[in-house]
């Protein structure tokens, strides 16, 4: 076993242990065991942060061997001065709020207060840099109050999380890469499924998708970007967009109406060295009030949009409201009728699709994860996007991925992508026969190998013809064909002649006529029993 298997291994007993930690006092499947185990990771990975941080800048805390006891024989002078040199990205944890400060007051009286105090006290002097904002301003700080969640046996409750945290540090995984914390992540939040009738899916894009945006999105060196997803849920394709171009070498946005979508995000931020974004980071309704806007109050454009949005959403509540002047441009191709009945069934896709292009700055590229039914629609508000996308020549390409790539959905999905730079033809890849098909719970899912995803990236980014699988189209073609997306419709059909000798020819043409011969005389004998049963028939 490799240091990085065995940290990941040591990192998801971690987890696990925090679980049944909850489920022993009565959270366990509930709504609120969520909140208690991303926040109590989140506190012990700020914490050894800290202390992986400090003994960086201090040889002799590093070379300690109780480093707490060396701290603190360090003077209020000298931790001051060991945070001041400390980057913006680490959270300032005081000493009395350290994991073993608490595991030393497990026997004071009223142990939950203190428990709780400890991490509200972290998330106000950490406010500023950590606390993700709504679109109103008000701001969604690092943690809450964890033991009223529990009804009875409080301070049990907080003594036994703290003795889950003393027993493993998490200054060995600060040095590993981001495959590593991709895993982490999506082990934490695997199982919350639910939140108020919300999808895990609604969080999580599969890492395959994420990683083939990513990689076709970005296939050369870049600098100073900033990258944007109108509903970001968890963040996954930000972060594998971000590692892509070099997590010090951009900057991310987000806005998402889910207050735990966005508290997931941060929690990714934070994980992938990426705290000098989370102020970005905007709980809120993107379609209705976008928050991210420019000093002249016009909105925001960005050198890189992804986004895997909501394909069906009910929001005739406040679709009335979109119908203004200032968003005429915006929603250029207009916006879906409220059906009288199935409200739940409106494509809120279409508005954020349109929402994305008209976000890129003039040189910007996007990937957008949509139904594959929109690529061949025949009219109406999807035809109006394609029709844009390729008379302003915007439209990079096209990916049809297998169905099923999400576990809870059956809906096919292909991916999108635009390059409002673009000046060569269209890459139209049809990946549907792809993958494995695996079981996952209840449902099926299809997985995609390494080399599998190799194939789609380096196919897309080389433009490369492969018989049934891809072909590059000029936008005059796809002009013709209806403004069609389907690598399908402009696959070649090929026909293939084999050379045979004329006596061969001969002998198939005997066998044709004799074959024909004995269907007709069998047809013939049909022909006399079927006569000889009508006759039978008589009425009664």
């Keep these: 076993m490799t240091k990085t298997q065995q940290f990941e291994q040591q990192t998801k007993a971690l987890i696990d242990n925090i679980k049944k930690v909850c489920a022993n006092f009565g959270l366990g499947n509930d709504g609120n065991e969520f909140k208690v185990i991303t926040q109590v990771f989140l506190y012990k990975f700020l914490n050894d942060k800290y202390v992986f941080e400090i003994k960086k800048l201090n040889q002799q805390l590093a070379e300690a061997d109780n480093w707490e006891h060396a701290f603190a024989n360090l003077s209020d002078k000298e931790v001051a001065k060991l945070n001041m040199r400390l980057k913006p990205s680490v959270a300032r944890v005081r000493p009395d709020h350290f994991i ?25 002097d950490n406010s500023d840099i950590f606390s993700v904002l709504t679109e109103g301003g008000e701001k969604i700080v690092l943690f809450e109050n964890l033991s009223k969640y529990v009804t009875d046996n409080r301070d049990q409750f907080c003594k036994a999380i703290v003795n889950k945290l003393v027993d493993f540090s998490f200054e060995n995984i600060f040095n590993e890469k981001f495959d590593f914390y991709a895993t982490i992540f999506e082990y934490l939040i695997k199982d919350y499924n639910t939140n108020s009738g919300g999808k895990y899916a609604e969080y999580f894009t599969p890492h395959a998708v ?40 951009c900057t991310i946005y987000s806005q998402d109406i889910s207050q735990k979508s966005s508290s997931l995000l941060r929690l990714n931020l934070v994980l992938n060295d990426l705290v000098h974004s989370i102020h970005n980071i905007i709980k809120g309704n993107t379609i209705l009030d976008p928050y991210h806007k420019q000093a002249s109050g016009e909105l925001e454009k960005f050198d890189y949009v992804v986004s895997n949005p909501p394909f069906k959403l009910d929001f005739s509540d406040f679709s009335a409201d979109l119908d203004t002047k200032e968003n005429q ?50 009219s109406g508000i999807d035809k ?35 390059d409002k730079a673009s000046k060569g033809d269209v890459v139209l890849i049809d990946a549907s026969n792809l993958g494995e098909t695996v079981k996952e719970g209840k449902n099926q899912k ?29 936008y005059d073609d796809i002009a013709a064909k209806n403004y069609s997306f389907s690598a399908g419709q402009y696959f070649e059909v090929k026909i293939e002649y084999v050379n045979i000798t004329s006596d061969e020819f001969e002998q198939r043409l005997q066998q044709i006529s004799s074959n024909l011969n004995s269907f007709f005389n069998e047809s013939r004998q049909l022909e006399v029993q079927i006569k000889k049963q009508l006759k039978s028939l008589s009425y009664d």
């Excluded at 600098?223 to 171009?245: E, F, K, R, V």
């Excluded at 929402?355 to 957008?368: D, N, Q, W």
């Excluded at 995609?448 to 590059?472: C, G, H, P, R, W």
């Design 210 to 249: 994420s990683k083939i945006i990513a990689r076709c999105l970005v296939s050369t060196e870049v600098n100073n970007a900033t990258c944007y997803d109108p509903s970001a849920g968890s963040g996954t394709l930000l972060m594998n967009l971000a590692h892509q171009i070099g997590e010090d070498k």
């Design 384 to 418: 109006k996007i394609r029709q844009k996308l390729i008379d302003e020549k915007m439209l990079a390409g096209v990916v049809s991925m297998p169905s099923n790539i999400f576990a809870n959905t059956g809906t096919n999905v292909s991916i999108l992508f635009i």
């Design 329 to 378: 441009e915006r929603f250029f191709a207009g916006m879906p009728k409220t059906p009288a009945k199935k409200k739940e069934s409106m494509a809120i896709y279409l508005m954020f699709l349109q929402h994305i292009i008209f976000s890129l700055k003039a040189e910007g590229k996007a990937a957008v994860v949509v139904p594959t039914g929109f690529i061949t629609a025949q």
């Design 100 to 124: 073993s400060s608490l595991f030393n007051k497990q026997d004071k009286p009223n142990f939950s207060e203190i428990f709780d105090t400890t991490l509200t006290d972290i998330a106000k």
């Design 446 to 474: 299809t997985v995609l190998t390494y080399a599998e995803e190799d194939q789609i990236i380096n196919t897309f980014n080389s433009k490369e013809v492969i018989d049934d699988f891809s072909v590059v189209v000029s």
